[in-house]
């Protein structure tokens, strides 16, 4: 796999701190909540952040998983998300959900969520990303926690795949251009 890599963005280093400032942020925002704190860990990007983030968060947790896919403009189903797996969870009134995803790109995915949780009157909705790409913009949206903005550049490994591949990876590098052009 090392091969593919242009180079690497983020090393681990580098992710470690990432996580250690976004989990001291959400340790101290979330303090002095009454309601449990539920991680939605979105599919698949997010699961090895997640897993590094939630090891450095002191609160009491738990945890969901869902898959989602948002169409982009110009479809017909433009303004929805797709479900593949949605949370197991009722009553969302009575907690506190951050989300926990891996990439911001055109927003979409992340801003119409956000609307369907609040839809289903959850306590609080929140949005944490490992990376950010404010240039690939195409909604109004914002993340309440972001490690890292970042250029439109192809990113893989921590848990970013390209055709499912290189997830593994323990850092965030570059694609070679070769290898998807
Ligand atoms: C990525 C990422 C977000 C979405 C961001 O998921 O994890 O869910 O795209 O893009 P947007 O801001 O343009 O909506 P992907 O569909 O690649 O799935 P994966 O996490 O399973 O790889």
Do not use: W
């Not at 090891?55 to 945890?63: G, R, S, V, Y």
């Not at 909604?139 to 970042?150: E, K, N, T, W």
């Amino acid at each position: 796999m090392l091969k593919d890599v242009e180079r690497i963005l983020i090393d681990e280093k580098e992710l470690d701190e990432i996580t250690s400032r976004l989990a001291d942020k959400i340790n101290h925002d979330y303090k002095d909540s009454d309601k449990p704190l539920i991680l939605l860990i979105i599919l698949k990007g997010s699961l090895v952040f997640a897993s590094d983030l939630m090891k450095k968060i002191n609160l009491p947790l738990e945890l969901e998983f869902m898959k989602v896919s948002s169409y982009g403009a110009g479809t017909k189903t433009s303004g929805e998300i797709k479900i593949h797996l949605d949370l197991m969870r009722d009553h969302l009134e009575q907690y506190d959900l951050l989300i926990i995803e891996d990439i911001v790109d055109s927003g979409r995915t992340l801003s119409r969520l956000t609307q369907l949780l609040k839809n289903r009157n959850a306590n609080s909705v929140r949005t944490c990303t490992l990376l950010d790409k404010p240039s690939r913009r195409e909604v109004d949206f914002a993340p309440d926690y972001c490690g890292a903005q970042i250029a439109d550049e192809f990113v893989i490994g921590y848990g970013l795949d390209y055709n499912e591949k290189y997830r593994n990876l323990p850092f965030v590098g570059i694609l070679k251009r070769e290898i998807y052009s």
